[in-house]
Nanobody
Framework: QVQLVESGGGSVQAGGSLRLSCAAS????????VGWFRQAPGKEREFVAA????????YYADSLKGRFTISRDDAKNTAYLQMNSLKPEDTAVYYC???????????????????WGQGTQVTVSS
């Protein structure tokens, strides 16, 4: 199985940027898709972005397209979420998740992912 550790969260003013990292360890030699989800206080966990096992396909929540970019560097066993033009409504705990698959498709449904990190807090102030 794979273990995931997120980092890069913090506090930023509106309009600022953050880059989250998701470091994978364990069985990383098998292809796995990576997803990012977030959960704000009192709200359900929501899909942010996902990337296929080979990095060819990327998917985004419609409301975040153009501001967030997902990528991966398999040489470093790390996935990234670049977040630009941050807004107060982006405040949430951000989770990295993984699913072993060689599909071109990366799920948008949290229930399809098997492995989760502990989350990293992102706080955007106005």
């Amino acid at each position: 199985q794979v273990q995931l550790v997120e980092s890069g969260g913090g506090s930023v003013q509106a309009g600022g940027s953050l880059r989250l990292s998701c470091a994978a360890s364990g069985r990383t030699n098998s292809g796995y898709a990576v997803g990012w989800f977030r959960q704000a206080p009192g709200k359900e966990r929501e899909f942010v972005a996902a990337i296929s096992w080979n990095g060819v396909s990327t998917y985004y929540a419609d409301s975040l397209k153009g501001r967030f970019t997902i990528s991966r560097d398999d040489a470093k066993n790390t996935a990234y979420l670049q977040m630009n033009s941050l807004k107060p409504e982006d405040t949430a705990v951000y989770y990295c998740t993984a699913l072993y698959t060689h599909s071109r498709y990366a799920p948008k449904n949290a229930n399809e992912y098997a492995y989760w990190g502990q989350g990293t807090q992102v706080t955007v102030s106005s």
